[in-house]
């Protein structure tokens, strides 16, 4: 079982910046870690992936560019950081693990989430 426990979600104005964390109760160091998010009114969506190795990494297209995913196995934490901050990437964001050794995108593969923690963009 892993628990998992994501922080730094705020509020912040469009073209500010914002780095989440997401701290894992148990290793995850075999595990691919991804991030979701789910604005009001719509379904949760995929927004970047890495791989248990940290070196492949995988991001959504709006995304590509703004925001970039890392872990520290050391710490059993997985990261986003967030630039160039939009106010359409205002949403509630949600971590995910899956045990796998390559980055993983679908929603329905992962076991384990975070409740979460709100981004909210002002313009």
């Known amino acids: 079982q892993v628990r998992l426990v994501e922080s730094g979600g705020a509020l912040v104005q469009a073209g500010g910046s914002l780095r989440l964390s997401c701290v894992a109760s148990?290793?995850?160091?075999?595990?691919?870690m991804g991030w979701f998010r789910q604005s009001p009114g719509k379904e949760r969506e995929f927004v970047a992936a890495?791989?248990?190795?940290?070196?492949?990494?995988y991001n959504t297209d709006s995304v590509k560019g703004r925001f970039t995913v890392s872990r520290d196995n050391a710490k059993n934490t997985v990261y986003l950081q967030m630039n160039n901050l939009k106010p359409e990437d205002t949403a509630v964001y949600y971590c995910?693990?899956?045990?796998?050794?390559?980055?993983?995108?679908?929603?329905?593969?992962?076991?384990?989430w975070g409740q979460g923690t709100q981004v909210t963009v002002s313009s």
């Open positions: 995910a693990a899956t045990p796998s050794h390559i980055v993983v995108v679908a929603e329905a593969e992962y076991d384990y």
């Open positions: 148990g290793r995850i160091s075999t595990y691919s």
């Open positions: 890495i791989a248990w190795s940290g070196i492949n990494t």
